[in-house]
């Protein structure tokens, strides 16, 4: 989500300005950040070691979404008034499924998808 999203992130080194932000100053009409977000299961890190993810924080944006009571959704950030108003706000959030944090995610994305369990690609080596 960290490369997609409109604003920077903190990293050890400071902020980052994320592509999506970049993206979107050079094609305004034609770029949208859509961030993914998931309730449970485990995660594959880049060098493929799978992680158990930790639980989501009680009243966080992956309990919203599950809310829906569907497997699997997405939300457009871009309704009415209530909608916006709901989207402005910071929730905490699972950063990669193994750390919380908060976000406002009508600030760093257009629209968003859910899914409720994850688990990595069974990955072959040639």
């Known amino acids: 989500n ?18 999506g932000s970049l993206l979107r100053a050079a094609y305004p009409d034609d770029t949208y950040s859509i961030g993914l977000f998931m309730g449970s299961g485990s995660i594959a890190d880049n060098s493929r070691q799978i992680r158990q993810m930790i639980p989501a924080p009680e009243g966080g944006l992956e309990h919203a979404l599950a809310g829906a009571g ?49 688990s990595p690609a069974a990955y072959r080596l040639p």
């Not at 960290?2 to 592509?19: E, K, L, V």
């Not at 950063?95 to 629209?111: K, M, Q, S, V, Y």
Request: overall charge positive; proline content about 6%; glycine content about 10%.
């Open 2 to 19: 960290d490369h997609a999203r409109h604003g920077a992130w903190a990293t050890p080194a400071g902020p980052a300005r994320a592509a």
């Open 70 to 118: 569907t497997a699997a959704g997405y939300l457009l950030l871009d309704g009415g008034r209530a909608a916006r108003a709901w989207a402005e706000r910071r929730f905490p959030y699972l950063r990669a499924g193994l750390a919380i944090d908060t976000l406002a995610p009508g600030r760093e994305f257009d629209a968003l998808i859910y899914a409720d369990r994850v």
